[in-house]
C-alpha cells in the first residue's frame, strides 16, 4: 500500500498466497489457472508467495504455470529457476529448536525446499491429522497425499538444513516454545491444523513474505508500487502492507482486512478471477 499502481500497459508483478487464496485445501479451481494464464499472456509477471517450501508444492498447484515463487513465507525466492534468496536456519537455532520440540514429544515437520523431514516416531500422528483436515475438502483428502508424498521419516534430524518448521500438535502452547527456543524464533497460526491443537509454524524473526517480494521485484526491475499482493493470513500481513495493492481474501484474519485496499472472493468462488479482472490483469 505504498503507492498508487502506474498507468495501463505497465507490468505488474502479481504474488499470490496459495493456501486459502489461490487454492482451497490443495485444489486450485480451474478459473484461477485461467486467470494467472490470461495474466502472464497479457505481460504481467505471477508469482506464488506461500508459507509452503517449494518440497510442499505438487505439480497440481503449480500446472498453471508462474514466473518464480517465494517460498517458506519469505525465506526462499526463485524466478525462472534462479535461486535469489535461500535462508536456513543457523545450525545452533536448528539445533534448539529440534532439541526443544523432541522434549516435548511435538508433532512437527521440518521443512525444506529439498524434502519435509518429520520425526519417525510421529509420522503416524501427522498423517492422522493430515488426513482430518484434508477429508473437510469438498473433493475429499487430495491435499493430504500431495504433501506426504514429500515426508521422510528422518532420525537424525539435526543435520537437516530447513527454512522453517510447521508444529502441527504440542502438549505446550507455542508462546511456550518460542521461549525455550529463544528470541530468534518467532510463530504465526498453521493453516493446515485443528484449531483445538498447540499448532503453528516457526520461522526466524525478521523474515517474511514482504523479503521475497523485495528480492524478486529487485531482480525483475518492477517498482513496488506495481506490486499486487493477494492473501488472507497472518504471515501475509508484511507482503499485503508493502505491495502497491494490497489484496484481502474476505473472511481473512481482522489486520488483514484492515491493512488491504480492497478484498476478493474466496478460491470455492473462484474469487481471483473477478479480482484479477478488476486489477486490469488481463
Given at each position: ?14 504474488f499470490l498466497d496459495v493456501d486459502g487464496t489461490y487454492a482451497d485445501y490443495g485444489v486450485v479451481p480451474e478459473g484461477h489457472v485461467r486467470a494467472v494464464r490470461a495474466a502472464r499472456e497479457a505481460g504481467h509477471r505471477v508469482l506464488l508467495c506461500t508459507g509452503r517450501p517449494v518440497s ?227
Amino acid at each position: 500500500m505504498s503507492a498508487k499502481p502506474s498507468t495501463a500497459g505497465t507490468v505488474r508483478a502479481v504474488f499470490l498466497d496459495v493456501d486459502g487464496t489461490y487454492a482451497d485445501y490443495g485444489v486450485v479451481p480451474e478459473g484461477h489457472v485461467r486467470a494467472v494464464r490470461a495474466a502472464r499472456e497479457a505481460g504481467h509477471r505471477v508469482l506464488l508467495c506461500t508459507g509452503r517450501p517449494v518440497s510442499m508444492l505438487p505439480q497440481s498447484i503449480l500446472a498453471a504455470g508462474f514466473d518464480g515463487l517465494v517460498a517458506s513465507a519469505g525465506a526462499y525466492a526463485e524466478v525462472a529457476g534462479e535461486v535469489l534468496v535461500d535462508r536456513r536456519f543457523p545450525a545452533d537455532l536448528a539445533a534448539r529448536t529440534v532439541a526443544a520440540l523432541d522434549a516435548h514429544d511435538a508433532v512437527y515437520i521440518l521443512e525444506s525446499q529439498e524434502a519435509l523431514h518429520v520425526p519417525p516416531a510421529a509420522a503416524e500422528r501427522l498423517q492422522a491429522i493430515l488426513d482430518a483436515h484434508f477429508r473437510q475438502a469438498p473433493g475429499g483428502p487430495v491435499g493430504s497425499s500431495a504433501i506426504l508424498g514429500a515426508v521422510q521419516q528422518t532420525a537424525d534430524r539435526a543435520a537437516v538444513s530447513f527454512a522453517k518448521v510447521s508444529v502441527f500438535d504440542s502438549p505446550v502452547a507455542m508462546e511456550d516454545l518460542v521461549r525455550e527456543i529463544g528470541d530468534d524464533i518467532a510463530v504465526v497460526a498453521n493453516s493446515v491444523a485443528d484449531e483445538g491443537r498447540h499448532a503453528g509454524e516457526l520461522f526466524q524473526r525478521g523474515i517474511s513474505k514482504a523479503d521475497g517480494v523485495a528480492a524478486v521485484i529487485a531482480h525483475l526491475g518492477i517498482a513496488r508500487e506495481d506490486t499486487i499482493a493477494i492473501g488472507d493470513g497472518a504471515n501475509d500481513l508484511e507482503m499485503i502492507a508493502y505491495a502497491g495493492i494490497g489484496v484481502a481474501i474476505e473472511g481473512s484474519i481482522p489486520e488483514l482486512m484492515a491493512i488491504a485496499d480492497r478484498t476478493a472472493g474466496r478460491p470455492g468462488q473462484e474469487g481471483l478471477v473477478a479480482a484479477f479482472a478488476e486489477l486490469g490483469l488481463h
